[in-house]
């Protein structure tokens, strides 16, 4: 082969290989391609849930005569962490959590929220509730090993547990005649590793889950919701204003004060922001009711996990928030609800 022959055939060579790269390349491209195209399409149907028109409910914010005992009932629903798996052998057998677990601690809740209020806070004529879906509703995928041992896949999670928690708006609904339900995004539901800011509810699953149960009560007029696109939302009751975020804009809490601290921070950087008596938060794992400091912090419905285990935190248990907001008199009773039953659980 002459020199000449030798050169064309290194260069057809060397042609083929960039063109066999380029070709598989292509193929790559066209695989994302499909892949965006697919999530795109995905989020054009669910946007087209947050186009719709949320009622404001004129209920929460009526004017009553003074000596009135209505009152409103509050409750908190976060940091429920549904799917994720926590193991009774690696906390020294002070909780389990599994699906099944979980089913019937959000079974337990709806019960009590209605027990506690018929039985223990009687007295009061109650117009209706606000239930608030404080984030973290769902385990997620953010850290490797909750996706090594959640139960289920994030959208499956996400599906399943819609319709749980829709079952208990309609047996609130079915009692008390009303209720509405604002939603925030927590942490554990991003859908990104890292916490962004812009779109930061639209790309969180905690925002899907609100979503579908508005569509699930779109022709219910007893049920009104509350989904902003920010982190935030004020939620006027009667003439008291709570302000509803996650909580977790902040980060401390190991010292000697504790979750104090960084609460405080909270509620000052939020009051640049807004006007509210009371900042209602979840994210803390552990339940504080002190309206007049200005906070009411959710407990979880999780109870103690690993990480708190390792972490040296104070251990609770399993519990939520529940209060009453009265005219003029702000937040009054309040109460932990208790959703652990360890002999029903089985563990």
């Known amino acids: ?28 491209l066209r695989k994302l391609v499909s892949e965006q195209q697919a999530r795109i399409d995905t989020l054009e149907r669910v946007a087209e849930y947050s ?7 004129k209920w929460t914010t009526a004017r009553t005569k003074k000596g009135d005992k209505t009152a409103t009932l509050v409750s908190i629903l976060s940091d429920c962490h549904f799917d994720e798996w926590v193991n009774p052998s690696e906390i020294d057998g002070r909780n389990a959590y599994s699906r099944e677990i979980a089913e019937m601690r959000l079974e337990r809740y709806f019960a009590q929220v209605v027990r506690l209020s018929r039985d223990f806070m009687a007295g009061m004529t109650y117009d209706g509730v606000v239930l608030m879906l404080g984030g973290d509703l769902i385990s997620g995928d953010i850290h490797e090993e909750l996706s090594q041992t959640n139960e ?12 749980k928690i829709a079952a208990g708006i309609s047996a609130l609904s079915d009692e008390f005649g009303k209720v509405h339900v604002p939603v925030v995004v927590g942490n554990h ?8 800011a812009k779109g930061r509810a639209k790309d969180n699953y ?44 902040v980060s401390g809490g190991g010292g000697i004060g504790g979750h104090w601290p960084p609460l405080m921070r909270l509620i000052a950087k939020k009051r640049t922001r807004y006007q509210f008596d009371s900042l209602v938060c979840g994210h803390w794992h552990s339940l504080i009711m002190s309206p007049n400091q200005g906070l009411v912090v959710n407990g979880s419905l999780k109870g103690e996990d690993e990480y708190c285990a390792v972490m040296g935190f104070t251990p609770e248990p399993p519990q939520q928030a529940l209060f009453t907001v009265s005219p003029g008199r702000g937040v009054t009773f309040s109460a932990p609800v208790l959703v652990g039953d360890r002999k029903r659980e089985g563990w």
Do not use: C, Y
């Not at 186009?51 to 409910?57: I, K, N």
């Not at 289920?152 to 319709?163: I, N």
């Not at 539901?189 to 962004?196: E, M, Q, V």
């Open 1 to 28: 082969m002459s020199l000449r022959d030798e050169t064309e055939a290194n260069t057809h060579d060397v042609q083929r290989a960039r063109n066999d790269a380029l070709a598989d390349d292509n193929g790559r």
């Open 51 to 57: 186009g719709r028109a949320l009622r404001v409910p």
């Open 152 to 163: 289920a896949q994030t959208l499956d999670t996400v599906l399943h547990w819609s319709g």
């Open 189 to 196: 539901g991003r859908r990104s590793r890292k916490p962004r």
């Open 206 to 249: 905690d925002w899907l889950i609100g979503q579908l149960l508005a569509r699930q009560f779109d022709a219910d007029e007893r049920v009104t919701f509350d989904i902003p696109d920010g982190t935030d939302t004020i939620v006027q009751v009667h003439d008291t204003n709570l302000l509803l975020t996650h909580g977790d804009q």
